[in-house]
């Protein structure tokens, strides 16, 4: 069996793709700030107006545009079973108004069994201002926002901006480039329905009502009430159509509309979001809640993430860093990802002589610890302009995922033979360990780098952690240390030739273990595919898919018109560049597509775990009980925090969690974060963290150190770290 060489082109692709994608995510993040604009990490901000030249007795619109994070949200005016809404405090030229803020109907969030309303991605919050009609032509007026908001992921975190607009006056108003969007912000607000809509109370049930007439089929309906506690947000409407009107039963709330009030909200008819006042009439609601905000029935999976650290970077000195990221890095070369680019790499030493493995060996090690290089200085870039970032970083990023799967694909399929790029596999093959084959083998450790950095090694996490808050020096000597444990095994079979000579010989096994590998390649291009799901929604997975289909025709159109005449080489030529420039045309869709909108939603809980007797966190008490000796277990939380809500009631409210509370003597405190006390703020910082939840337990004993829990809980985890405490 015999591998032909082949230019590197697909690593060289894979290298640029990396490089490109972290450099434009690095370029916003050091971006200069602005009087009209501001950013977090989770939420940009901007004031924008329809009007660069304002007039007096204007009616103005302005918008808060919020571009938020992959994975974040933002709340509507009903938050739903926690969360906080936007808002807005305008500061305005004497004689002028604002109104309130004109809300784009929300998306609804399914968190377990908690529900809430809000925005992700992207979303204009308009608000109209009149102006004064005493404004001079000629002068200048400004306008100032304090915008206030709650931005939620697995974590929440209340942020806010100061935002000003300064707009010249003229005797007339004049249109500013974003009056288009703004006006079709408008546009697409929920407009009033134009049927009759009326809301009545069946004992504990809301029942809204409408015509028949004009929605003669209806297959969906939720109604999202403007106020808190009108209905139980989490229950499952009932639908069902009675003589010539329809009827969506729901669950009433802890603060049911009373009888003879106007109840106000959205009505979602197959899709379509309608604006309603009803009349609410009917006899006393009996609420069939009772909880507080939310409740919760199921729990959250464990995962490998919930293991409890056995190692505290803080502890960490410089040595032992690099250390442990060699070692980390040592297994990453296991990782399914990464062993195929590795073993296939390796069959090169069955040919050649030593010192041409020699030279390959250090081509590799180069390109590795380069590409580690890469990653290092742009963290520490992003880091220098305020961003927070981590090991794995760039998925983040949709479009980085996108590629990365997309490579992973055309990888798996040259390994399984199915596809030849070149004369032979260009990206892990014979090809990069020929000729040229120094800048294969360079390219081959870049590519390496760039498929290894899904994974999480063992010894990586603490190394890592130290890492990312230390200076430039010490940051990029772990992340090189990781880099030289990523090429160890490569660079050792490349300088030892008692190794080389204990390879098997040359024959057919090795079409077939080329074979093999391509299996965990497929893996990983599924998996990130399901990442982008997550990221982008049905869409993103269309567009992964379909990129992968035109990719394979690409290669395949280049592989059988290589052969052929001249004039059928050129017509596959251009029809594989065809291909790819259709495949490169689906990434801007990427800041397009949005995950879809679900109305049916989960069932409602049938009740309520009852709470558990606990003490309010002061830092005072927490010193007096840790100078006692007692275990102590601290609960940060808020009541706008939709994880903190959900692991209260799957794990430290539960039966298993109270008893080995009471079997082991913790004393269990919260602390509430809804206001943001000072004093929980610096016990957040105290662990490195910006927002709740966090869970620490102080195991029996003075002086003994805080352990931290992961934020999603469960209650065996909860309870093996009272055992491990107490032993």
């Known amino acids: 069996m015999r591998f032909t060489r082949s230019p590197s082109l697909l690593a060289s692709v894979s290298a640029a793709a990396i490089v490109v994608v972290l450099a434009a995510g690095a370029i916003p993040a050091m971006a200069a700030p602005s009087e009209d604009r501001s950013a ?7 004031l924008i107006s329809a009007s660069s030249l304002v007039a007096p007795g204007q009616t103005l619109l302005l918008a808060l545009e919020q571009r938020i994070a992959p994975h974040w949200h933002t709340y509507w005016k009903n938050p739903g079973d926690s969360g906080q809404p936007t808002s807005i405090d305008w500061q305005l030229p004497s004689g002028a108004s604002a109104g309130t803020i004109l809300w784009p109907a929300p998306k609804r969030f399914d968190v377990g069994p908690i529900t809430n309303y809000g925005y992700e991605d992207h979303v204009l919050l308009l608000t109209e201002v009149r102006l004064p009609q005493g404004l001079t032509p000629g002068s200048t ?48 607000l929920p407009a009033k329905a134009p049927f009759p809509a009326s ?80 009349p609410v009439t009917g006899g006393a609601a009996v609420s069939g809640s009772t909880s507080s905000k939310s409740v919760a029935t199921a729990a959250p999976t464990e995962s490998s993430s919930n293991a409890i650290p056995d190692l505290d970077a803080a502890g960490l000195g410089l040595w032992a860093a690099m250390g442990l990221a060699l070692l980390g890095g040592l297994i990453l070369n296991l990782m399914p990802c990464v062993f195929p680019v590795l073993a296939i790499k390796a069959l090169g030493f069955l040919h050649g ?92 450790g870049v590519l390496a780098t760039v498929v290894a950095t899904p994974c999480t090694a063992p010894f990586m996490g603490a190394a890592m952690a130290y890492a990312l808050a230390q200076p430039a020096v010490p940051l990029m000597a772990v992340f090189l240390s990781l880099g030289l444990g990523l090429a160890l095994p490569y660079l050792a079979l490349a300088w030892w030739p008692a190794l080389q000579r204990r390879m098997p010989r040359p024959g057919a096994w090795m079409d077939v273990l080329k074979q093999a590998l391509a299996f965990p390649m497929f893996a990983a291009a599924i998996w990130l595919v399901w990442v982008l799901a997550q990221q982008a929604g049905p869409m993103g997975v269309l567009v992964a898919l379909a990129g ?32 790819l420039a259709a495949a490169a045309a689906l990434l801007p869709t990427l800041s397009t597509v949005t995950s879809a909108s679900t109305v049916d939603t989960a069932g409602a809980a049938t009740g309520t775990a009852a709470a558990n007797d606990h003490e309010p966190y002061s830092p005072e008490r927490l010193a007096q009980l840790r100078a006692q000796g ?54 957040l910082k105290q662990h490195d963290r910006s927002g709740v939840p966090l869970y620490l337990f102080y195991p029996a004993g003075a002086g003994r150190s805080a352990q931290v829990l992961p934020q999603l809980l469960t209650p065996g985890l909860v309870t093996a770290a009272l055992q491990a405490g107490a032993s």
């Open 141 to 188: 007026t400004t306008i100032t926002a304090d915008a206030n908001w709650l931005v939620c992921k697995e974590e929440c975190i209340p942020q806010q901006a100061t935002l000003k607009l300064s707009l010249p006056v003229g005797p007339t108003a004049k249109e500013s480039p974003d009056a288009e969007r703004l006006s079709a912000a408008r546009t697409a």
């Open 199 to 278: 809301a009545r109370i069946e004992g504990s049930n809301l029942v809204v009502t409408w015509p028949v007439t004009p929605t003669p089929a209806v297959q969906q309906a939720l109604f999202m009430p403007e106020d808190w506690g009108r209905v139980q947000h989490a229950a499952k409407p009932a639908l069902d159509r009675s003589g010539d009107e329809w009827r969506l039963r729901v669950p009433v709330g802890e603060q049911p509309a009373p009888a003879g009030q106007s109840l106000n909200g959205l009505l979602v008819i197959d899709g379509k979001t309608w604006e309603v006042s009803m």
């Open 548 to 579: 992968m289909g035109l990719l394979a025709l690409a290669a395949w159109v280049r592989g059988i018109s290589r052969a052929a005449s001249p004039r059928w080489r050129w017509t596959g030529l251009g029809t594989a560049l065809v291909s």
């Open 40 to 46: 977090t990490d989770e939420v940009q901000v901007r």
């Open 353 to 444: 002589d030593a010192r041409e493995h020699r030279r390959q060996g250090l081509a590799y090690t180069a390109g590795v610890l380069l590409a580690f290089a890469a990653l290092g200085g742009v963290l520490l870039a992003l880091r220098g302009a305020g961003g927070s970032v981590g090991w794995g970083f760039q998925f983040h990023s949709p479009l980085f995922v996108l590629l990365l799967a997309w490579l992973m694909f055309v990888l798996g399929l040259s390994l399984a033979g199915l596809l030849q790029i070149g004369a032979g596999f260009a990206g892990v093959g014979q090809g990069l360990a020929g000729r040229p084959g120094l800048s294969g083998s360079f390219f081959t």
């Open 630 to 683: 007692k275990p102590v277990f601290v609960n940060l939380t808020a009541s706008w925090c939709i994880t903190c809500l959900v692991n209260e009631r799957v794990a430290l409210s539960t039966e298993e969690v109270r008893d080995a509370f009471a079997r082991e003597g913790v004393v269990y405190m919260k602390g509430d974060w809804t206001r943001q006390d000072p004093r929980i703020t610096e016990l």
